[in-house]
């Protein structure tokens, strides 16, 4: 039998899966986890459905009771059915596709025991044969991540990492079945039916049943992930609030001294967009759902005051004690439950639907109203639920409130705060990795730990920036230098916020700090980044590499990238290798620091580097090792951004020398979710360089959102030029020095300021080291981008829709 598809429709499925056309695939109802028929074959008690070239689902069951419906990891199997193969060689079946060979020995039982004569994949890696079955041990697994770092020191909980989607030994296989416990004793269920629109689980059909996915991609890592998330799910795009500055301390706040607090830093002109109210928020116990009045008099007042104040406000919860007769909307509770009025505590079911129906609407949903944001769900009890066999609590509540906030407010960006509960948890952003312990080697760990958990492709980990407590290596809780240091690997990770436990002697507020004003040009510095971050973030919600990531992935040959596990890729054109150790008496921080094959330009040394080698340099204490990659243009905000609530109409564009290159845009409505539904635009820029000139391309917008800007101000920013340009040019105008244009001959910096450039038609921005005329003549015409043009023997595409035209045989002013 040969599986063939016609090409318009796997073209337009490819499209549909990528995210080129409107879908809403993002809510979990829409998937469709029953797989195209054409894709399954069936032996016995086996079944083997192809999903991908590389991607094979294994299943096995005596019953011949097969899941066909979701479970916590997988929610998509109707994929284009790629092309394969099935012939009947003696007592096997085989199975081939372009990437792999199974084959199977027909009616034999499948076990994780079987050995290469019962089952085996083949398949090659680096030109070298690979087979795989069941009983091979996994020995390259890249890990991923794991539920909390809860008083880890260090690298302590190192062996605590599950296993990733990734291994060096070319394949990995997914355990999906009922039987097999993920790293914190849950299993995978299954979801079945919905309530009030959330999917709800259920157990597997065969609990004894083999459930394997194996992939087998070798090490194109990134092809490994995104294909994952067509079938796991994607990673959702957080709001763009998220990415900005989170305030939080475990500390027993008022509502004065919330007021006080965002006063204060406002006053210090700190940028800021998210406040965390910690468990304080509500009387006393570990689990509480009713404002404490003694701290709050007017909480309504207070959320409104914040609102007022550009903030979202996020409150912590520990549901696991249930509701308690002291609490507010108990008595409507317990009568919604149907318990009898001697009930004193409505206890915690979330996986019964009465419950969650009658606890959302009797509890949560009134603190909603009171103007919270999102939810904090701290969980920390037990992690299995004693009613469910399997059911980790974590990942059930973290499904719950993040389907529930979908369905409850659907004209805002769902996000809630939490921490990892098993596979699959990546489709509910963000994490909070816990409560780690105050030292260097501690910030030295959330470097791996953080760009490994891409792995599993949850790629939005929020860390206590500073360390949440002290243990027993830390020398001063409140060093300026260390929080300094950690407050940098911060502007490099996904979300940015800093917190700390309810101990007197450590501090939080940076304003208290000596160095403050270090501190606060690193706030500033993570929102000048928003642009490239959020573009980046698109990026992962497509493709499902996430924005922190190993060097592996583009460079997985090379065995620096593995072993230099304290860098990382930073979106696709920044590295970054954090400081994560005290300086010297000489007042620098030194480290060896590995740039692979390529030019590298080093921002804080203001440098070009030639890549394929290892360095060791210096920093000092306002110094970050982070890389260009040569070429790049990576789009910024101005330095005076406070919030994230309105989209700033000036952009900064940094333009990195070494090679022509390119850099995106990318924007939408912010906080909706209609980014899914194609509403969105990106504007692309280009550079093209000769010895004598170069030339940046700002494209027209492609795409529309509502709220979408007409024209916007660039500060366009020339990194590393070692002379003064004879000249600058917007399109065919020569601009005036000094007032459109700067040169910085110290920190070799070129910029360049546009007041208006639409942004339906773009602009062309040239730099001109000669002095000679030189002529600009069409030679031809580019469908995508308008019309080509060879300027000076070198051929460059000018936006469509320019704002200046260059006319042909038109001589260009010198």
Same mark, same amino acid.
């Not at 700190?270 to 709050?296: A, C, N, Q, R, Y």
């Given at each position: 039998?040969?599986?063939?598809?016609?090409?318009?429709?796997?073209?337009?499925?490819?499209?549909?899966?990528?995210?080129?056309?409107?879908?809403?695939?993002?809510?979990?109802?829409?998937?469709?986890?029953?797989?195209?028929?054409?894709?399954?074959?069936?032996?016995?008690?086996?079944?083997?459905?192809?999903?991908?070239?590389?991607?094979?689902?294994?299943?096995?069951?005596?019953?011949?009771?097969?899941?066909?419906?979701?479970?916590?990891?997988?929610?998509?199997?109707?994929?284009?059915?790629?092309?394969?193969?099935?012939?009947?060689?003696?007592?096997?079946?085989?199975?081939?596709?372009?990437?792999?060979?199974?084959?199977?020995?027909?009616?034999?039982?499948?076990r994780s025991t079987s050995k290469e004569a019962v089952l085996c994949v083949n398949f090659?890696?680096?030109?070298?044969?690979?087979?795989?079955?069941?009983?091979?041990? &996994?020995?390259?697994?890249?890990?991923? =991540?794991?539920? %909390?770092? !809860?008083?880890? @020191?260090?690298?302590?909980?190192?062996?605590? #990492?599950?296993?990733?989607?990734?291994?060096?030994?070319?394949?990995?296989?997914?355990?999906?079945?009922?039987?097999?416990?993920?790293?914190?004793?849950?299993?995978?269920?299954?979801?079945?039916?919905?309530?009030?629109?959330?999917?709800?689980?259920?157990?597997?059909?065969?609990?004894?049943?083999?459930?394997?996915?194996?992939?087998?991609?070798?090490?194109?890592?990134?092809?490994?992930?995104?294909?994952?998330?067509?079938?796991?799910?994607?990673?959702?795009?957080?709001?763009?609030?998220?990415?900005?500055?989170?305030?939080?301390?475990?500390?027993?706040?008022?509502?004065?001294?919330?007021?006080?607090?965002?006063?204060?830093?406002?006053?210090?002109?700190?940028?800021?967009?998210?406040?965390?109210?910690?468990? &304080?928020?509500?009387?006393?116990?570990? =689990?509480?759902? %009713?404002? !404490?009045?003694? @701290?709050?008099?007017?909480?309504?007042?207070? #959320?409104?005051?914040?609102?007022?104040?550009?903030?979202?406000?996020?409150?912590?919860?520990?549901?696991?004690?249930?509701?308690?007769?002291?609490?507010?909307?108990?008595?409507?509770?317990?009568?919604?439950?149907?318990?009898?009025?001697?009930?004193?505590?409505?206890?915690?079911?979330?996986?019964?639907?009465?419950?969650?129906?009658?606890?959302?609407?009797?509890?949560?949903?009134?603190?909603?109203?009171?103007?919270?944001?999102?939810?904090?769900?701290?969980?920390?009890?037990?992690?299995?639920?004693?009613?469910?066999?399997?059911?980790?609590?974590?990942?059930?509540?973290?499904?719950?409130?993040?389907?529930?906030?979908?369905?409850?407010?659907?004209?805002?960006?769902?996000?809630?705060?939490?921490?990892?509960?098993?596979?699959?948890?990546?489709?509910?952003?963000?994490?909070?990795?816990?409560?780690?312990?105050?030292?260097?080697?501690?910030?030295?760990?959330?470097?791996?730990?953080?760009?490994?958990?891409?792995?599993?492709?949850?790629?939005?980990w929020g860390h206590d920036l500073g360390g949440h407590q002290q243990g027993p290596t830390?020398?001063?809780?409140?060093?300026?230098?260390?929080?300094?240091?950690?407050?940098?690997?911060?502007?490099?990770?996904?979300?940015?916020?800093?917190?700390?436990?309810?101990?007197?002697?450590?501090?939080?507020?940076?304003?208290?700090?000596?160095?403050?004003?270090?501190?606060?040009?690193?706030?500033?510095?993570?929102?000048?980044?928003?642009?490239?971050?959020?573009?980046?973030?698109?990026?992962?919600?497509?493709?499902?590499?996430?924005?922190?990531?190993?060097?592996?992935?583009?460079?997985?040959?090379?065995?620096?990238?593995?072993?230099?596990?304290?860098?990382?890729?930073?979106?696709?054109?920044?590295?970054?290798?954090?400081?994560?150790?005290?300086?010297?008496?000489?007042?620098?921080?030194?480290?060896?620091?590995?740039?692979?094959?390529?030019?590298?330009?080093?921002?804080?040394?203001?440098?070009?580097?030639?890549?394929?080698?290892?360095?060791?340099?210096?920093?000092?204490?306002?110094?970050?090792?982070?890389?260009?990659?040569?070429?790049?243009?990576?789009?910024?905000?101005?330095?005076?951004?406070?919030?994230?609530?309105?989209?700033?109409?000036?952009?900064?564009?940094?333009?990195?020398?070494?090679?022509?290159?390119?850099?995106?845009?990318?924007?939408?409505?912010?906080?909706?979710?209609?980014?899914?539904?194609?509403?969105?635009?990106?504007?692309?820029?280009?550079?093209?360089?000769?010895?004598?000139?170069?030339?940046?391309?700002?494209?027209?917008?492609?795409?529309?959102?509502?709220?979408?800007?007409?024209?916007?101000?660039?500060?366009?920013?020339?990194?590393?030029?070692?002379?003064?340009?004879?000249?600058?040019?917007?399109?065919?105008?020569?601009?005036?020095?000094?007032?459109?244009?700067?040169?910085?001959?110290?920190?070799?910096?070129?910029?360049?300021?546009?007041?208006?450039?639409?942004?339906?038609?773009?602009?062309?921005?040239?730099?001109?080291?000669?002095?000679?005329?030189?002529?600009?003549?069409?030679?031809?015409?580019?469908?995508?981008?308008?019309?080509?043009?060879?300027?000076?023997?070198?051929?460059?595409?000018?936006?469509?829709?320019?704002?200046?035209?260059?006319?042909?045989?038109?001589?260009?002013?010198?």
């Amino acid at each position: 039998m040969v599986c063939k598809l016609g090409k318009k429709w796997l073209l337009a499925m490819g499209c549909l899966l990528l995210g080129n056309l409107p879908t809403g695939a993002a809510a979990e109802s829409d998937y469709q986890p029953i797989a195209d028929p054409a894709a399954v074959v069936t032996v016995g008690n086996a079944r083997f459905t192809v999903l991908t070239p590389e991607m094979i689902r294994i299943q096995y069951s005596s019953q011949r009771l097969f899941e066909d419906r979701a479970t916590f990891g997988f929610v998509n199997r109707r994929l284009p059915v790629p092309a394969y193969t099935v012939e009947q060689e003696g007592m096997y079946t085989i199975i081939k596709t372009e990437k792999l060979t199974l084959r199977y020995r027909n009616n034999a039982p499948i076990r994780s025991t079987s050995k290469e004569a019962v089952l085996c994949v083949n398949f090659q890696l680096n030109d070298k044969d690979v087979t795989w079955y069941p009983d091979l041990k &996994d020995t390259g697994n890249l890990k991923g =991540t794991t539920r %909390t770092l !809860d008083g880890a @020191l260090g690298d302590s909980q190192r062996s605590n #990492l599950e296993r990733g989607l990734l291994s060096r030994n070319g394949w990995v296989v997914i355990d999906e079945s009922s039987t097999f416990n993920i790293g914190d004793g849950t299993r995978s269920l299954a979801f079945d039916d919905n309530v009030d629109g959330v999917p709800w689980v259920s157990q597997q059909v065969d609990a004894t049943a083999i459930d394997w996915y194996f992939m087998g991609y070798g090490h194109d890592y990134k092809k490994a992930l995104g294909d994952y998330t067509q079938v796991g799910g994607k990673q959702p795009m957080p709001p763009l609030y998220a990415l900005g500055y989170w305030y939080s301390r475990y500390w027993k706040y008022s509502q004065r001294d919330y007021v006080n607090l965002v006063s204060e830093i406002q006053a210090n002109h700190i940028p800021l967009d998210v406040m965390i109210l910690d468990m &304080d928020w509500h009387t006393e116990g570990w =689990t509480g759902w %009713t404002w !404490d009045k003694s @701290l709050f008099s007017d909480p309504k007042a207070l #959320l409104s005051w914040m609102h007022g104040r550009k903030l979202k406000v996020s409150l912590n919860l520990h549901p696991a004690d249930g509701v308690d007769s002291d609490e507010d909307g108990f008595e409507q509770l317990r009568t919604d439950m149907g318990l009898p009025s001697t009930t004193t505590v409505v206890p915690w079911t979330l996986e019964k639907p009465t419950f969650y129906h009658n606890m959302f609407k009797d509890i949560i949903h009134p603190l909603e109203d009171y103007g919270v944001d999102f939810w904090w769900i701290d969980w920390q009890q037990n992690l299995m639920n004693p009613r469910m066999n399997g059911l980790s609590e974590t990942f059930w509540c973290n499904h719950v409130f993040y389907n529930d906030m979908k369905q409850h407010r659907p004209n805002v960006r769902p996000v809630i705060f939490h921490r990892w509960g098993g596979l699959g948890s990546h489709r509910y952003p963000i994490g909070f990795s816990g409560d780690t312990q105050i030292d260097y080697s501690t910030l030295a760990y959330e470097i791996y730990f953080t760009s490994t958990a891409s792995n599993v492709c949850f790629g939005y980990w929020g860390h206590d920036l500073g360390g949440h407590q002290q243990g027993p290596t830390t020398k001063d809780p409140n060093d300026p230098e260390l929080y300094l240091r950690w407050m940098q690997f911060g502007v490099f990770t996904p979300i940015f916020r800093t917190h700390a436990c309810n101990d007197a002697s450590i501090e939080r507020r940076i304003w208290k700090f000596s160095n403050f004003n270090k501190l606060r040009d690193v706030v500033k510095l993570r929102y000048q980044f928003i642009p490239y971050i959020y573009t980046a973030a698109r990026q992962t919600y497509d493709t499902g590499v996430s924005i922190c990531r190993p060097l592996y992935y583009d460079y997985p040959e090379s065995d620096e990238a593995y072993s230099f596990e304290d860098e990382y890729q930073f979106g696709d054109q920044i590295l970054v290798a954090p400081i994560t150790s005290p300086m010297r008496a000489d007042g620098r921080a030194w480290r060896q620091i590995w740039l692979p094959e390529g030019s590298w330009f080093d921002v804080s040394c203001n440098k070009m580097r030639e890549g394929g080698q290892t360095i060791k340099e210096g920093y000092t204490d306002v110094q970050i090792p982070y890389f260009y990659k040569a070429g790049c243009i990576i789009p910024m905000y101005a330095s005076n951004i406070t919030h994230l609530k309105s989209r700033p109409n000036r952009m900064v564009l940094q333009v990195v020398p070494g090679s022509d290159g390119t850099g995106t845009l990318y924007e939408d409505e912010n906080n909706t979710e209609n980014y899914m539904l194609g509403n969105y635009a990106t504007t692309s820029y280009r550079q093209q360089r000769t010895s004598s000139q170069t030339i940046l391309s700002i494209g027209s917008a492609i795409g529309y959102f509502q709220g979408m800007q007409d024209k916007k101000e660039y500060e366009i920013q020339f990194l590393g030029e070692e002379a003064k340009p004879q000249s600058v040019r917007l399109g065919y105008e020569e601009l005036t020095e000094g007032t459109d244009w700067t040169y910085d001959q110290e920190k070799k910096i070129v910029k360049v300021y546009l007041k208006e450039v639409s942004t339906s038609a773009g602009c062309v921005v040239t730099l001109d080291y000669t002095s000679t005329g030189i002529k600009a003549t069409e030679v031809g015409q580019q469908k995508a981008d308008g019309p080509m043009y060879d300027l000076g023997g070198r051929r460059i595409a000018h936006p469509q829709k320019a704002q200046v035209v260059v006319f042909k045989d038109k001589k260009v002013k010198k």
